[in-house]
């Protein structure tokens, strides 16, 4: 059980099980409009996972009838002392969740944990088996990628990494093989849930697209949203991804840069719950690439779709906790 008071009144209450009531209000928060700086909060038991999810959402004084050491720890380290009082302490709480987290110390990190944990993403998980195809080396290729995983594809030019989105979002029809996707092959997906977004060089060829950039946004979102909330995916996304000045201009005469963000932006409107990037960073200027970084770090860490990406970019190449497979 959960209370969660804003100095003496009581602004959250929750029964649910686990950490849900914290998840729980992570959603309250997001349309709680009163002050946050006085945030108190009263739990049944809080191990590390509680006092992570709660410190996150800017609670400063805890109390739980049952805490564990671990959680001691973390928030006097995070908090300083005082700040999680007690009524019973024990030495952890009998869960995996605890122990998982006991030696992780980045709180992205252990968020994205618990949220895999909680079954709270976006992401579908893929699984490849046995895939083969004429062009590029991809002979016999073994791969799974958890619901939320995040994988990056590396090799020289011509190894077909290109050649292995396009199998994997149906494109292209393997020699040999499989790719299922959320357990099902790609045709019996439900509509929009892959986002694929492919090099600049074939976004460059949709010259005949007459459509302005904001419409090419509301392509992704299904055709049963009302027009309110079209509108606000629409402009939430183009504004996450730096691109809602080009909202009515012609698609077809964007730079290449500006295509990419465009694209991007028409994913997360969408909501894919697979993305499928091909060089995503290519064309774009530091501060743009360095935005797509963030974006995708961002991602990873709260809606958490499966993210597939091909990259050269150093930049990314450097991002940790990605899988890396290396074709060739
Ligand atoms: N339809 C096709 N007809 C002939 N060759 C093809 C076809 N599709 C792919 N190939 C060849 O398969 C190989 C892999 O191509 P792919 O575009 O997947 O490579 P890539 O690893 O993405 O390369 P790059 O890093 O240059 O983008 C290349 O040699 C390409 O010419």
């Known amino acids: 059980m ?7 009144t009581q602004i959250f209450y929750s029964e649910s099980k686990w950490l849900h009531p914290i998840f729980e209000f992570e959603d309250f928060l997001k349309t709680y409009n009163g002050p946050r700086n006085n945030l108190r909060a009263w739990d049944s038991a809080i191990g590390k996972a509680a006092a992570v ?6 609670v ?27 009524d019973t302490l024990v030495d952890r709480l009998m869960c995996q969740t605890e122990s998982q987290l006991e030696n992780l110390t980045d709180s992205d990190e252990m ?23 004429k062009y ?9 990628v958890p619901a939320g995983g995040r994988l990056m594809i ?9 050649t ?3 199998l994997i979002c149906g494109i292209y029809k393997a020699d040999g093989g499989s790719v299922l996707i959320d357990g099902m092959p790609v045709d019996k997906l439900p509509k929009y849930t892959i986002g694929y977004i492919p090099q600049l060089s074939e ?47 012609k698609f077809s005469v964007l730079s290449g840069g500006e295509k990419q963000k465009v694209s991007l932006a028409r994913c997360l409107a969408q909501k894919a719950r697979l993305l499928l990037l091909d060089e995503p960073t290519a064309n774009l200027d530091k501060d743009n690439r360095r935005m797509v970084v963030e974006i995708l770090a961002s991602l990873s860490i709260s809606e958490i779709p499966t993210i597939i990406m091909v990259t050269h970019d150093k930049e990314l190449t450097s991002l940790k906790k990605w899988e890396v497979l290396n074709l060739g």
Do not use: W
Request: aromatic residues 6%.
């Open 164 to 166: 292995l989105l396009r």
């Open 60 to 86: 400063l004084q805890i109390h739980g009838e049952l805490v564990s050491k671990l959680a001691v720890d973390y928030t006097s380290k995070t908090l300083g002392e005082g700040k999680l009082t007690y």
């Open 2 to 8: 959960l209370k969660v008071f804003d100095g003496d």
């Open 53 to 58: 999810l709660l410190i996150r959402l800017g």
């Open 111 to 133: 968020y994205y944990l618990l949220r895999q944990r909680a079954k709270l993403v976006l992401g579908v998980p893929v699984s490849i088996q046995n895939l083969s195809y």
């Open 203 to 249: 976004l460059q060829e949709e010259q005949s697209f007459d459509l302005t950039a904001g419409e090419v946004v509301g392509l992704g979102i299904s055709g049963k949203t009302t027009r309110a909330s079209r509108r606000e995916l629409v402009e939430e996304a183009m504004s996450r991804t730096g691109c809602a000045h080009l909202e009515g201009r």
């Open 136 to 144: 590029g080396k991809i002979d016999g290729l073994n791969l799974e």
């Open 154 to 162: 590396l090799g020289e030019n011509g190894t077909g990494k290109t």
